[in-house]
């Protein structure tokens, strides 16, 4: 089965347990759950991983070249910080799709920018943990068209 990464950034792993009024009840082990559950119906496998440092997270997409055929990621704050981030995604060579829980757009000014966005297929934000289940989706149906 073709397998896909679902990557998530730092504080992810507290999703649940703070600021549910922004980032919903889930757990990132539900949201993992959705992305798995999403991603069999279609035919495809899953494997997650969450760090908190950029360092983690560049290693992580590294290592998905050859493994993976895609990447569902939330790189949470350092969407917007992040060139290293950025570089790693164009080097990969892998289709990926930003994900975000809340609507970005919305927020803080230093939120409306991401340094990932032009080397990324594409960004969804603001559906809570639902963003997971659409983005799987998007790739699959990318992946599944190419
Ligand atoms: O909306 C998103 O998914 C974000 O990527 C979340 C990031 C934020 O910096 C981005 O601008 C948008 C923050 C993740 C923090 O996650 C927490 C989860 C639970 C409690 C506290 C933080």
Redesign the pocket.
Known sequence: MPELLILN????????????E??GHQTLADVESLCAQTAKAHGFSVVCKQSNSEGGLVDALHAARGTQVGVAF???????TSVALRDAISAIELPVVE??????HA??D??HHSYMAPVCLGQI??FGAD?YRLAVEALIRHIKGS
């Open positions: 950034g730092p504080n992810l792993n507290l999703l649940g347990t703070r600021q549910p922004v980032y939330n790189a949470g704050a350092y969407t917007h994900i975000h829980m809340s609507n970005v927020r803080e230093f939120r934000s603001g963003s």
